[in-house]
């Protein structure tokens, strides 16, 4: 089955710094990848959308400036926390999808802690 | 680990049926959410259940949450077109404030005119 990656599982680091997280589609091609936040005992937020080659989507409320997102390639999509603070701890989680169906595939998301 | 299993995975139904979709766990569910997927878009937050024999409801997709048997229940009355898409079950595996969600393989569903 298609599977989906990410990179870092979990990741510390202090306040003001950039984070990057990787999602990486192992096995085919995506040429959408969505990015979701989770808010602890809520549910996920989506983020935005990323197609390959493009600008994202970002969804209302989500600063883009601060949550970049590149889809470079249909294999991988990231996204960078510019100036993280403690509040953007969260699981970060991905999904991909290929052109050809509509099914997404998860990332296993990746633990952010800001200090 | 805990697994998530939905059934049925593809379902048919004529316009203004009702259908029911179910989410099984195979471990015990501490909190268990419902998602819509349209095609080329994101996930839908459609409801959470947290406690046992809870019931929710919005517009005319009712949720339950079976604690004994770990499971949960999608409902939609008088079914629409634009109830046409992928629903998926997302649970989380422990009882820790952060613990990630993990889902189900989603049911497709498709409404005719």
């Known amino acids: 089955g298609a599977v989906v990656s990410q990179h870092p599982s979990w990741v510390i680091c202090k306040s003001g710094t950039s984070v990057k997280i990787e999602c990486r589609s192992l096995?085919?091609?995506?040429?959408?990848m969505f990015w979701y936040r989770q808010f602890p005992k809520q549910s996920l937020m989506l983020m935005a959308t990323s197609n390959e080659g493009s600008k994202a989507t970002y969804e209302q409320g989500v600063e883009k400036d601060k949550f970049l997102i590149n889809h470079a390639s249909l294999t991988l999509s990231t996204l960078t926390v510019t100036s993280a603070h403690p509040e953007d701890s969260s699981f970060y989680i991905c999904?991909?999808?290929?052109?050809?169906?509509?099914?997404?595939?998860f990332g296993p998301g990746t633990r952010l802690t800001v200090l | 680990s805990q697994e998530l299993e939905q059934s049925p995975q593809s379902l048919i139904v004529q316009e203004g049926k009702n259908l029911t979709i179910n989410c099984t766990s195979s471990k015990t569910l501490y909190g268990l959410y419902w998602y819509k997927q349209k095609y080329g878009e994101g996930l839908i937050f459609l409801m959470m259940?947290?406690?046992?024999?809870e019931e929710k409801s919005h517009e005319k997709i009712t949720a339950k949450l079976d604690e004994k048997k770990q499971q949960s229940s999608l409902h939609i009355t008088a079914s629409q077109p634009s109830h046409a898409g992928i629903y998926l079950c997302g649970a989380e595996q422990g009882m820790n404030r952060d613990d990630k969600i993990i889902f189900g393989k989603g049911t497709r569903l498709h409404i005719l005119p």
């Open positions: 259940l947290q406690k046992g024999g």
């Open positions: 999904s991909a999808a290929s052109g050809s169906t509509d099914t997404q595939y």
């Open positions: 096995d085919f091609q995506a040429t959408t």
